[in-house]
């Protein structure tokens, strides 16, 4: 009866191993062969530039781009939870959202994105240098905090565009 039962325990035991072994081998060869995606924050690089100006408010470039070796992804609307930061401290300033937040884009290697910042001129402007906002899919928010860094100026009334192609 004791020899049953330790032949069992150790057929099962070789199952359970063997049966583990394939399934990492198959995580492995699985997680080998896709890239992962440029839309994960550390997976792209973020830069702010100054762009021409309109009536009334100063405007910045987000320009996002990402290396060779990441798959591209889809965005849509507008990066939400956007702060600014100047050297470490945090500025108080909250930015909205204007445009259309359905347009989907790709974005990845060889397909750069951008979205605008857009300052209304005649209020206090307070100096930073970095912009950290969450990217948004077609279906939600896309986990994570992106980063931008860059200098610009930003004051009570700021929004932010959607996303579109280009750099």
């Not at 150790?10 to 699985?30: H, K």
Request: charged share 15%; hydrophobic share 40%.
């Amino acid at each position: 009866m004791m020899r049953t039962h330790r032949t069992i325990a150790v057929s099962l035991a070789a199952v359970v191993l063997s049966g583990g072994a394939v399934a990492g081998a198959a995580q492995a060869a699985t997680a080998a062969g896709s890239a992962p995606s440029a839309c994960r924050p550390a997976n792209h690089i973020a830069r702010i530039t100054p762009a021409p100006g309109s009536a009334g408010h100063r405007h910045y470039r987000v320009t996002l781009t990402a290396p060779r070796g990441y798959a591209s992804c889809r965005l849509a609307g507008s990066p939400s939870d956007v702060r600014f930061t100047e050297h470490g401290a945090r500025v108080g300033v909250s930015a909205g959202r204007y445009g259309d937040q359905r347009t989907v884009v790709t974005f990845g290697p060889g397909h750069p994105v951008h979205f605008d910042i857009q300052v209304p001129d005649g209020r206090r402007a307070r100096p930073a240098d970095r912009a950290s906002f969450t990217l948004r899919a077609p279906g939600g928010v896309i986990p994570g905090t992106s980063v931008a860094t860059g200098r610009l100026k930003v004051a009570a009334g700021t929004v932010v565009g959607p996303v579109v192609r280009g750099a």
